[in-house]
T-cell receptor
């Protein structure tokens, strides 16, 4: 089945450690995104990538890093520089828009990863 | 200014009744898309309905309809015949037209928690 797979579902991190969240999609989507969600809040964009080997910072990129070596994969590393990393992380993807008129291409999400600092 | 505003943190509705979840948006772009997503307690974001800024008619998908009032910049979600399984968080989102600088970012509201009462 086509979809977006995030792993692990639950992750515990010690202070000062880097951790990497995996995101793989087999939808042949060009664009991929990472969002952070805190309790009672909406989604905030961390990083996004429109094509392989290219990515851009979102609104809250500090303390995070990404790579896009393959179209299917967009891993997120939460570094020790991220002071408050405990949150729910959502990976998403969509087809790349190719015009100036909105095409209605929706964004599809994975099931999310819960990260807790212990 | 907030791109997407959802003013109802929580809503209750009786089973089988209809409910309206409010969403207002802010953009000066003539081409944009409006989306609604459902997030159950499991965390996954599920796409519900889409409305393009140039669409003349309100979008409908089964029990979901979008009350699009362009002049008022509102895109309220109407759920008819509520079911217990509709209890979840609901997020309104907007995407402005293809923009190489923003990468087709989705802007999300803070969400509305809907509880369906038996």
């Amino acid at each position: 089945d086509g979809g977006i797979t995030q792993s692990p579902k639950y992750l515990f991190r010690k202070e000062g450690q880097n951790v990497t969240l995996s995101c793989e999609q087999n939808l042949n989507h060009d664009a991929m995104y990472w969002y952070r969600q805190d309790p009672g809040q909406g989604l905030r964009l961390i990083y996004y990538s429109q094509i392989v080997n290219d990515f851009q910072k979102g609104d809250i990129a500090e303390g995070y890093s990404v790579s896009r070596e393959k179209k299917e994969s967009f891993p997120l590393t939460v570094t020790s520089a991220q002071k408050n990393p405990t949150a729910f992380y959502l990976c998403a993807s969509k087809l790349r828009d190719r015009g100036l008129v909105d095409s209605g291409n929706t964004i599809y999400f994975g099931e999310g990863s819960w990260l807790t600092v212990v | 200014a907030q791109k997407i505003t959802q003013t109802q943190p929580g809503m209750f509705v009786q089973e089988k009744e209809a409910v309206t979840l409010d969403c207002t948006y802010d953009t000066s772009d003539p081409s944009y898309g409006l989306f609604w997503y459902k997030q159950p307690s499991s965390g996954e974001m599920i796409f519900l309905i889409y409305q393009g800024s140039y669409d003349q008619q309100n979008a409908t998908e089964g029990r979901y309809s979008l009350n699009f009032q362009k002049a008022r910049k509102s895109a309220n979600l109407v759920i008819s015949a509520s079911q217990l399984g509709d209890s979840a968080m609901y997020f309104c989102a907007m995407r402005e037209r293809a923009n190489p600088n923003t990468g087709n970012q989705f802007y999300f509201g803070t969400g509305t928690s809907l509880t369906v009462i038996p």
